[in-house]
């Protein structure tokens, strides 16, 4: 008996290491094994950067399958039209009801001198995205997107795009983190003048370029928006596992190259793992 519970203690002490153990640094990974019969490939973006060139290795992937997933299905013709009914915040909450008088001020005169346009001209937008309006400043170059380089390659090869959610179901996350703590982190962002915000930006893009998406999943636990580390599980946990089962029926359909922020890879609850945890191979392309 107790040569049993000894080996099924040293189990689980294996077991703990396996799932504690550290993930190359890549971010591309093949997806095998599971009776799959043709690999697919996961591949981690960045969706601002000043260059998006795709290397070698993920062009060879991109050739190896027949079929492009993003996060969001980019080609959609309605996309534009869904996010402006779902950008808005709900239940007649509005800007001026998140702030006081003079933060209302504070925020009202730097969207005027960031953007050139008054803050009631974007009416009850979450604040989520006026922040969001604000990314572009936090780089020193013109904005591209490893999205649209994979849209581009794709359309070449003559391949369809689709998605793993819903731009109702991306924008439903920002009904579901308050709108007040939106409101903190803009305010945050706002009083120092955005200094926070570039010298993170500038950490995580330097972590994405050594891809290292464990250095950059310990980041976001350590940052301070409160979008992503008080309401990481709605970020990214939940999301992560909600698309699980997709990326499944696609890879079982056929070969499929998948392309997700690179913070949903790593982690106990990030996409590698969890494909793990259903049995499928996921080994890193160095």
Sequence with gaps: MKLYLFLLAAFALSMLKLQAQDLEKSL???????DLTESSFLYGTIHMTCDATLDDDVKKAMDDTSRLVLELDMDDPTLQTEMMKGIYMKNGTTMKGLFSNEDYVIISKFVK???GIPLEALGDIKPFFISAMFYPKLMNCPVQSYENALMALAHEQKEEVFGLETFEEQLNVFDEIP?????????R????????DKDAFSQ????YNAEDIEGMDMMMKEDKNLSTTKHRATMLDDRNKNWISKIEAFSKEQATFYGVGAGHLA???GVINLL?????TVKAVL
């Design 204 to 207: 995580m893009l330097a972590l």
């Design 113 to 115: 001198d960031q953007m």
């Design 276 to 280: 793990r945890k259903e049995f499928y």
């Design 267 to 269: 982690g106990e609850n």
């Design 28 to 34: 591309l990974w093949e997806i095998s094994g599971n």
């Design 189 to 196: 962002s706002v009083k120092d003048n955005l200094s926070y």
């Design 179 to 187: 709108y007040e703590d939106q409101a903190t982190d803009l305010l």
